[in-house]
């Protein structure tokens, strides 16, 4: 029987920059995006497409309304694909040590908006104190579960997310942070200096809701069909920094958590207040993606993250007490 070509004979005829090619126009369905996330002109992509298809001897992606749709070759090889550039993607990451102080790299972080103004200027002279060559680019990150986490970071190319869950995804490439509470927040003229709302005034007075994904039912809208309840959502926004303008001054009130609360409550007539029902607790997790589980710069900025929040928290409980005692 005729021995088979050496595995480094055989690969020598591939180019790997087409692998990541087929990829991204897997994970994209769309020949510009895909070109886009790995750096390339459309028609050099639209080349890379050509020497696939010669290459696979198919067509691998179809041109329909919906997109460039994979045909069943494309399907069955993709996983592999896939698994490949990982493992190419993590033995060269394990080669590589991270020294803060000298690297050179800007971290693609996707973070929800009200952390983007406590977290992330703490974070940044935290890091520019210690490691100056490093940089962010800082995305708001509309994140209402753990599948679409993993989407977004493979589709805006993030090294990490900020969000918070329901639940803990059963996944060892997410961290829990923090756990934080649901509150009810309202003008306190209208509603009083009082530690909690009875039911009628969370439930008569008009809301605005917090809402991260319009294809997602709302948390609160779920809890209250449970027990039986509605409630009249008159605005609904992903942005917890535009509360501030829309509830100061009517009786509107907002459910969200105590992390958000303590940030746009001081220097308001905001109160947060304690809700007549109960809703399960947010658990604030960071998330990346498997790929980058190895990549020591990763590593490094998941606990630079970790001793931030741990900071921010600890400076919001100070600021708070402090409001509460008049000082």
């Known amino acids: 029987?005729?021995?088979?070509?050496?595995?480094?004979?055989?690969?020598?005829?591939?180019?790997?920059?087409?692998?990541?090619?087929?990829h991204a126009l897997y994970q994209q369905r769309h020949l510009t995006r895909a070109a886009e996330q790995v750096n390339l002109s459309q028609p050099a992509m639209s080349h890379a497409l050509k020497k696939l298809r010669f290459q696979f001897e198919d067509e691998l992606f179809v041109k329909t309304a919906e997109g460039m749709q994979p045909t069943p070759m494309a399907d069955r090889v993709f996983q592999l694909i896939e698994q490949g550039l990982l493992q190419l993607d993590q033995a060269l990451a394990s080669t590589h040590s991270f020294e803060p102080e000298k690297a050179v790299r800007e971290f693609r972080v996707g973070i929800m908006d009200f952390m983007i103004h406590e977290l992330v200027p703490q974070l940044v002279k935290t890091v520019n104190q210690t490691a100056p060559g490093i940089s962010f680019n800082i995305l708001y990150a509309k994140i209402s579960n753990p599948d679409m986490a993993y989407k977004l970071l493979q589709e805006q190319e993030l090294d990490l997310a900020l969000t918070q869950f329901e639940y803990l995804p059963c996944s060892e490439f997410c961290e829990h942070l923090y756990t934080d509470n649901l509150v009810c927040v309202a003008d306190?003229?209208?509603?009083?200096?009082?530690?909690?709302?009875?039911?009628?005034?969370?439930?008569?007075?008009?809301?605005?809701?917090?809402?991260?994904?319009?294809?997602?039912?709302?948390?609160?809208?779920?809890?209250?069909?449970?027990?039986?309840?509605?409630?009249?959502?008159?605005?609904?926004?992903?942005?917890?920094?535009?509360?501030?303008?829309?509830?100061?001054?009517?009786?509107?009130?907002?459910?969200?958590?105590?992390?958000?609360?303590?940030?746009?409550?001081?220097?308001?007539?905001?109160?947060?207040?304690?809700?007549?029902?109960?809703?399960?607790?947010?658990?604030?997790?960071?998330?990346?993606?498997?790929?980058?589980?190895?990549?020591?710069?990763?590593?490094?900025?998941?606990?630079?993250?970790?001793?931030?929040?741990?900071?921010?928290?600890?400076?919001?409980?100070?600021?708070?007490?402090?409001?509460?005692?008049?000082?």
């Open 188 to 327: 306190k003229d209208y509603y009083g200096d009082k530690p909690a709302l009875t039911l009628d005034e969370f439930l008569d007075p008009p809301h605005v809701a917090l809402s991260h994904r319009e294809d997602e039912p709302i948390l609160v809208n779920k809890r209250l069909a449970e027990l039986g309840f509605t409630r009249k959502v008159i605005v609904k926004t992903p942005y917890v920094t535009t509360l501030p303008t829309l509830l100061c001054g009517t009786n509107m009130v907002t459910v969200i958590n105590q992390y958000a609360a303590d940030f746009i409550c001081p220097g308001s007539n905001l109160q947060a207040y304690q809700l007549p029902v109960d809703f399960c607790t947010l658990k604030i997790c960071q998330i990346w993606e498997e790929r980058k589980d190895h990549d020591p710069g990763i590593r490094w900025l998941r606990e630079v993250i970790q001793q931030s929040i741990r900071q921010n928290l600890t400076q919001q409980r100070q600021h708070a007490r402090s409001v509460l005692s008049g000082d």
């Open 1 to 22: 029987m005729k021995e088979s070509h050496p595995l480094s004979q055989r690969l020598s005829r591939i180019n790997l920059n087409l692998l990541v090619a087929f």
